[in-house]
Every structure is written in structure tokens, then in C-alpha cells.
């Protein structure tokens, strides 16, 4: 972006004449912010720094000094013979009334054979007035998922309105400040210096000196707990987390941390008891907690399932009860014609029966609980071969299904014989009218 106004104006000029990075400054950056690393095989290690490889037996407790170059490095297995280290790090200065960031990207090529190859650029400067205005002058930032790379010229930018993967484009987080950086008494006095862990040095300007809790935290070292920011679990756990600084008690991994605090609030463990909230072998004590948690839950949802089961057979032992009382006045029914015999269904296991010979949902879906239906199974030889359901509020067959819900071809014969009878069925239904339709079927 062109600059647009005074401000942007004065900082591009004030930019030209910043000094650029000296070689002790580099030197410092290859050192403190790469990790040096080994690879090793069962034959060789490869130091990573000059490309040249030495003996296995050099290594004790995954550490070793290379025997050419002299670089301390940490030894891991691998059979890689080439690597690439990105990092951002960062210098500060005082510039009359701003306060200016200087982010660098440092880029380490490594391959075998070969001494390592760096590339160091500028990236990106926050010009921060006294107002904590932030004006930033750098090159383009592409961040894109999988891509994030840095291009273009030095140039006034500003945050797009989306932001992209990631987060915020233009917020930085250097891994480390060069120790010659220089910070404002502003800044100083609540505790943001060249250590600033865990929060971009913007995080930390805008949050910090509204937060004493955050100010409390970095100015204890506690730069894991820093990095969960401004979060209402740092308030939650305040009470605990006092116990740790008073302890001199580090947090390393906030993540496990806060999920061993839960896991203690859980097993209602005293939070403001040292020996709980701070743990000699964190990871063991919160693994312990965590499967006894697990197990626990195992044993209620065990638990869980029985009582259901125990409910379902609770309500199938009513619902038979029930059934027999509602429809055992219909349980001598019996409609004959040729081959075919026409009975109602007498208890739940019928429904079952009925229900897996016929491949329908008589019995799943418990038609024995229908309290205005009446169930009749047409057999032939005793062999299920249509199941009718018949209302009894309105005296009339609803459905009549044979095998896979389909109709027989005893289907027409079935309802003749049925509707033929609904008076009878009417007259069981209704005791009121019983006399009336006694008299009826009667005089026939
Ligand atoms: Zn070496």
C-alpha cells in the first residue's frame, strides 16, 4: 500500500534510516534460534550444521558434539538426509516517540554432504506510538493453508478484513528477541522484554496492561500458561495457579495442565492444596486420574444399560398384564369358513410369533399396547397367513397383511369373513349395546 498519510509517511522515511541486521546479530540467530540437530541411523549420525557424518557411539542421552564443526546438537532417529527450519525472531528499538519491532524470518536448508544454508530477511516492522497505534511496514505476506511465504517490497500493510489461515497475517510471533533489543519503560514495567514468550509482542502490548493476571504470569515465567492468553480458564483456575507461582511450581504443557485441574475439580481434589495442583510427574499423575475417570464413566453407562434394560422388561411384564385384561372378553372368538380359521392374538408371545413368521411389524411395533385395536391371526391349518387389525372405535378392518405385509390371495375371502362377523365383534366391544346385539345375532 502506497502511504496515504503524515503518519505513513514519516515512518517510510524513518525505516530507510534503521540500521540493517550486523553479523554478530546473524550469528546470534543461526545459533539461539535454530535447533541443531542430529540424525541418526544404527551406522552413523549426521550433524545437520555441516553436512558431515560421525560414530553412533559419540551419542549419550540423545545429545553430542559434532567432532567437526563442535555444534552441541540433539540427536533424533531418523534416516533423513535433508531438512528446512523456519523461525521468526525479532529485534527491538526505540525510534524518537515509537517503539518499533523488527520481525526477521529465518530459513535453514540442510542436506547431507553440504554445510547449511541460511536465508535471513526482514519481514515485517510494528511502528507503535505513544497511543500504542500500531503502523506496520513490511513485505506481503502470502499465508494460504499450505503455503506461507513473504514477498514484495517494504510497504505500509494492514490486516485485510478477512483474516486468513491461521489468524491475523500481520501478527508475528517471534520465537525469540534479540538480547540488544530495546523496550520502553512503558513496556518494562509490565514485565514485556526480550524474554516475551507465548504471546505476539502485539498480544502482549494490547493485553497485558489490562490484565494483571497475564502481567502476573509473565513476569513469573510462566510463559505456557501465558499463551492461553486472555481466557476465562486462567480466571477459573486463578486461585490454583497462585499456588504454583508461590510454589515456584513451571507449567510447561498448559493443555495437560488445565486437563489434570479439571480431572482434580472432578474427583472434588482440593485446589488450593500444593500437593494436588502441583504434581512432581505431572503426565503420570494426570494419566492415573484420567483412566480412573474413564473407568467410572464405563461403570455409569454399565449401568445405564442395565436399568433400561430393566425398565424395558419392567413394561413389557405391564404391558402383558394389561393386554390380557383389556382383550381376554375377545379370546373366544372364533370365525370359521372353508379352510380358513380366523382367531385373535392371546398374548405378546402370539404378537412375537405372528410377527417373525409373517415378516411384519405387528409385534415390533407393539400393536398388543393399540388399546382401540383388535389383532386376529387367519390361519390355514393352523399356519399364519394374514394378521388383521380391526378398530374397535369405528368397527372396521384398518389393515389385514400377509408374509412381508403383502395381501394373500385369501385376502377378499379373509375381510368377507370379518365383516361378516363386525357385529359380534361390536357387540364384545360395547357391553352397553350387548343385549340389543345378542338379540340381533339371535333372530339371525
Ligand atoms: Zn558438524
Not at 184 to 202: A, E, V
Not at 211 to 230: I, S, V, W
Not at 304 to 323: D, G, S
Request: proline share 3%; glycine share 4%; charged share 30%.
Amino acid at each position: 500500500m502506497k502511504p496515504r498519510n503524515k503518519l505513513h509517511h514519516r515512518i517510510v522515511d524513518l525505516a530507510n534510516s534503521l540500521f540493517t541486521i550486523s553479523n554478530q546479530q546473524k550469528q546470534w540467530a543461526y545459533r539461539e534460534c535454530l535447533e541443531h540437530r542430529g540424525y541418526a541411523t544404527k551406522n552413523r549420525v549426521l550433524c545437520l550444521d555441516c553436512g558431515d557424518t560421525f560414530s553412533p557411539q559419540l551419542v549419550s542421552r540423545k545429545k553430542a558434539v559434532c567432532p567437526h564443526c563442535g555444534t552441541k546438537l540433539q540427536i533424533k532417529e531418523s534416516r533423513c538426509t535433508t531438512d528446512t527450519q523456519t523461525n521468526y525472531f525479532a529485534i527491538t528499538e526505540i525510534v524518537e516517540e515509537f517503539q518499533v519491532v523488527r520481525n526477521f524470518e529465518l530459513i535453514a536448508r540442510y542436506k547431507k554432504g553440504e554445510k547449511v544454508r541460511y536465508h535471513l530477511h526482514e519481514i515485517l516492522q510494528y511502528w507503535i506510538d505513544p497511543n500504542k497505534k500500531v503502523t506496520m511496514f513490511g513485505l506481503k505476506h502470502y499465508n494460504s493453508g499450505h503455503c506461507d511465504s513473504w514477498g514484495g517490497d517494504m510497504e505500509i500493510r494492514e490486516e485485510g478484513r478477512y483474516y486468513g489461515y491461521g489468524g491475523r497475517k500481520y501478527d508475528v510471533y517471534a520465537r525469540k528477541y534479540h538480547p540488544d533489543s530495546v523496550f520502553k519503560p512503558d513496556y518494562k514495567k509490565f514485565g514485556i522484554n526480550h524474554n516475551l514468550k507465548g504471546l505476539t509482542f502485539i498480544e502482549a502490548i494490547r493485553l497485558i496492561p489490562f490484565n494483571p493476571k497475564l502481567e502476573t504470569l509473565l513476569k513469573a515465567k510462566q510463559y505456557a500458561l501465558l499463551e492461553m492468553g486472555d481466557s476465562y480458564r486462567i480466571s477459573n483456575y486463578w486461585p490454583s495457579i497462585k499456588i504454583c507461582l508461590r510454589n515456584k511450581y513451571k507449567v510447561k504443557d498448559h493443555r495437560i495442565y488445565i486437563d489434570y485441574l479439571d480431572l482434580l475439580k472432578y474427583f472434588k481434589k482440593d485446589l488450593r492444596n500444593a500437593k494436588y495442583v502441583c504434581p512432581k510427574n505431572l503426565m503420570k499423575e494426570h494419566d492415573i486420574l484420567m483412566k480412573k475417570k474413564r473407568e467410572i464413566l464405563r461403570l455409569e453407562e454399565q449401568e445405564r444399560n442395565r436399568l433400561a434394560i430393566l425398565k424395558r422388561q419392567e413394561n413389557l411384564e405391564k404391558a402383558r398384564i394389561e393386554f390380557i385384561e383389556r382383550m381376554n372378553k375377545f379370546f373366544d372368538l372364533e370365525f370359521k369358513k372353508g379352510l380358513i380359521k380366523i382367531v385373535p392374538l392371546k398374548s405378546i408371545d402370539e404378537f412375537k410369533k405372528e410377527g417373525d413368521i409373517l415378516n411384519h411389524c405387528v409385534f415390533t411395533n407393539e400393536y398388543y399396547s393399540k388399546k382401540e385395536s383388535l389383532i386376529l391371526s387367519a390361519r390355514i391349518q393352523n399356519k399364519p397367513i394374514e394378521t388383521i387389525e380391526i378398530s374397535l372405535d369405528k368397527l372396521q378392518v384398518e389393515q389385514a397383511r400377509g408374509l412381508n405385509n403383502k395381501a394373500t390371495k385369501y385376502h377378499d375371502q379373509i375381510l368377507e369373513i370379518i365383516n361378516k362377523n363386525m357385529p359380534l365383534i361390536g357387540a364384545i366391544a360395547r357391553p352397553k349395546k350387548r343385549k340389543k346385539s345378542k338379540q340381533l345375532v339371535e333372530s339371525n
